[in-house]
C-alpha cells in the first residue's frame, strides 16, 4: 500500500470516527515545491485561510502568497521583504497599544525552527510527504476524543494555545507533539470552519497512525459509554437504583 493511499485510508478513518464536517487538512513545509501540485491561485488576506481550502484540493503557496497576514509569516519563519515587515511591526504597536499582546508575549509565539520557503495545503490523502501537521477542525464532544486519544499516544497532556492560531503549526512541527489551538478573533474572521462551536486540533504527521488507531477506539468507546450513561441517568430519575450491571444488561438488551 503507498504512502498515499495509507493517509487516504487514515483520513477516512479519522472523518468518520470524529463526524468531521471539514476532512483533515495535511500542511506540509517544504524547501521546493513538489512536482505535480499546483501553486495557489487568488490572495487571501491571511494565510489560516489556506487551512479552509487544502480541505478540498491540494496547491503549493509561497511567501508571496502569505503577504497579506506579516503575523503568519512571521510564525512560520517567511523570509519578509520590506513591506510586510512594516506591516508586522505595526501590527505588533497596534496589539501591543490594546494590551493583546505585550512585548513579554512575542517570545512565547511559536516560530518554525526552519525556513518556510513553499508551504502545501491539501487533504491529508494527496499530502507530498509526511504532514508536518494535520488539523482538525472539531467541536467539543469531537475535541474530547482527540484529547484521550493523545493523552494515550504521548502519555501527557496536549498544550492549549490561544493568539495566533497559526502559531500551532510550528507548535506541532518544532515539538512533535500534538496541540490545540482556540483560534484567535484572525483566524474565527477569516476560517469559515471556525465557528463559535469548533476549535483546532493539530497532530504531528510522523505520528499520525498511532492517533488515528486511538481516535478510531476511543469515538467507539465513547459513543457506547454515552449510551451508558443515558441510560443510568433515565433510570435514576425513574426512582431506580441500578447497579453498573443493571446498566450493562440494559445496555446489552
Known amino acids: 500500500m503507498s504512502d498515499m493511499t495509507q493517509m487516504a485510508k487514515m483520513a477516512e478513518t479519522l472523518q468518520s470516527s470524529l463526524k468531521l464536517k471539514t476532512a ?3 500542511v506540509c513545509v517544504m524547501d521546493a515545491a513538489p512536482a505535480g501540485i499546483a501553486a495557489h491561485q487568488g490572495a487571501v488576506a491571511a494565510g489560516c485561510q489556506f487551512w479552509g481550502e ?10 508571496k502568497d502569505h503577504e497579506n497576514c506579516s503575523i503568519g509569516m512571521f510564525t512560520h519563519h517567511m523570509n519578509m521583504g520590506a513591506g510586510p515587515q512594516t506591516d508586522l511591526n505595526d501590527s505588533l504597536k497596534v496589539m501591543g497599544d490594546l494590551g493583546y499582546v505585550r512585548p513579554a508575549d512575542i517570545p512565547l509565539i511559536p516560530v518554525l525552527k526552519q525556513e ?3 508551504v502545501v495545503y491539501s487533504p491529508l490523502g494527496l499530502a507530498p510527504k509526511v504532514p508536518d501537521a494535520v488539523l482538525l477542525f472539531a467541536n467539543y464532544p469531537q475535541g474530547l476524543v482527540i484529547s484521550e486519544a493523545v493523552q494515550q499516544v504521548e502519555n501527557a497532556i496536549s498544550p492549549v494555545l490561544g493568539r495566533p492560531a497559526c502559531g500551532v503549526i510550528p507548535q506541532v512541527a518544532n515539538s512533535g507533539k500534538a496541540a490545540l489551538s482556540l483560534g484567535c478573533c484572525g483566524a474565527r474572521a477569516y476560517v469559515d470552519a471556525m465557528s463559535d462551536d469548533m476549535a483546532l486540533w493539530a497532530l504531528p504527521g510522523a505520528n499520525i497512525s498511532a492517533y488515528v488507531e486511538r481516535i478510531e477506539a476511543l469515538s467507539k468507546a465513547n459513543d457506547i459509554l454515552t449510551k451508558f450513561h443515558s441510560i443510568r441517568r433515565a433510570d435514576v430519575a425513574s426512582g431506580k437504583s441500578p447497579t453498573v450491571q443493571d446498566s450493562l444488561v440494559r445496555l446489552q438488551g
Do not use: I, M, S
Open 24 to 26: 483533515p487538512v495535511a
Open 54 to 63: 487544502g480541505a478540498t484540493q491540494a496547491f503549493n503557496t509561497t511567501a
Open 116 to 118: 518556510a520557503k513553499n
